[in-house]
């Protein structure tokens, strides 16, 4: 299955879309004369990209959940519909997993969430990791007709259909095809859950970034709830051409070479982290040098042959 593939080594790396680095210098200015507002990532290069991190190894690709561009969240995204992408990714793709960070549920009808990741599952030959979410942008639930302060409840009811539980609610003789077990499903943060009920009905977590000191204690009261089940969390990065430049953090990651890189995911293995997502939209080197640079260098220290 996609979440043993996941954690097949104490730590597995893998990276987060889009492969962009519209943060860095030269991609504020190519934005600009682009005319793409800010958070709106050029695109023109994604099939090839992820071409790219699929030979080289990278373990998953995760892609976000964002139905409506805001520009003072100031953030799009991937810019394509989160399964519709997934689909296309998966034809450009053999090995690399496909995981969502994260579907909002309580903005989708939950059946139709079912049928497209068992759509995705079988298609992509089992490389789906469903990461859910509650949201965290107000703006949008009055435009789909959901209730803010009731996105936890809608939550809980949804994970019950995409694992099965409401299919009882079905007329004799209704099925949903294609009729996949269900994928991994990963939780964002506790979805206005308790960690108790995250634990217990989650096949994993993703964690939001922070330093491996941070991930300590979140590990241990995810391990607290939820036993062996894998801890996912991501990494902004700007990696510099000097492998031995020192790490210099910033807001949920790090700027460094290969060899800080290469501590900064050793203290993540050691704190219990099971998979890092690298996140390149601040990365100042061209993104197929430094996809390379990683591929080449830094995979083979945490990846089995």
């Known amino acids: 299955m996609s979440i043993e593939k996941l954690t097949r080594e104490p730590l597995s790396i893998g990276i987060e879309l889009p492969l962009d680095n519209d ?21 023109s290069e994604h099939a090839a990209r992820i071409k790219l991190a699929d030979e080289l190894g990278f373990r998953a690709a995760w892609v976000r959940d964002v139905p409506l561009y805001d520009p003072d969240f100031g953030d799009a995204a991937q810019v394509f519909e989160t399964f519709t992408y997934l689909g296309y990714l998966s034809s450009l ?11 909002v549920l309580p903005l989708r009808q ?12 079988t298609l992509s030959g089992d490389r789906l990791l469903l990461g859910v979410a509650s949201g965290d942008r107000p703006v949008e639930y009055p435009l789909f007709g959901a209730d803010y302060a009731a996105r936890g409840e809608s939550f809980r009811a949804s994970v019950g259909i995409l694992k099965g539980e409401a299919d009882s609610a079905l007329q004799p003789g209704l099925r949903l095809l294609p009729a996949t077990p269900p994928p991994p499903l990963l ?30 204690s979140r590990v241990k009261l995810w391990r607290n709830v939820a036993g062996d089940k894998p801890y996912v969390s991501f990494i902004h990065l700007d990696l ?9 953090r910033h807001r949920f990651g790090i700027k460094s070479g290969r060899n800080g890189l ?31 640079e990683i591929g080449q260098l830094v995979l083979p220290e945490f990846h089995r042959a």
């Open 23 to 43: 943060w860095s210098t030269s991609g504020q200015l190519k934005r600009q004369q682009d005319g793409r507002p800010f958070g709106v990532p050029d695109m």
């Open 93 to 103: 793709t053999r090995n690399i997993l496909l995981g969502t960070a994260a579907v």
């Open 110 to 121: 939950p059946w139709l969430v079912r049928k497209a990741a068992s759509t995705l599952q």
């Open 187 to 216: 939780v964002a943060g506790l979805a206005q859950q308790t960690p108790e009920w995250v634990g217990k009905n989650m096949d994993g977590w993703l964690s939001y970034p922070g330093t491996p000191a941070d991930h300590v």
């Open 240 to 248: 510099t051409d000097n492998a031995d430049a020192p790490i210099q």
């Open 262 to 292: 290469i501590q900064e995911l050793s203290a993540m293995r050691d704190a219990g982290v099971n998979h890092i997502g690298l996140h390149f939209r601040r990365n100042q080197r061209p993104l197929e040098e430094t996809m390379q």
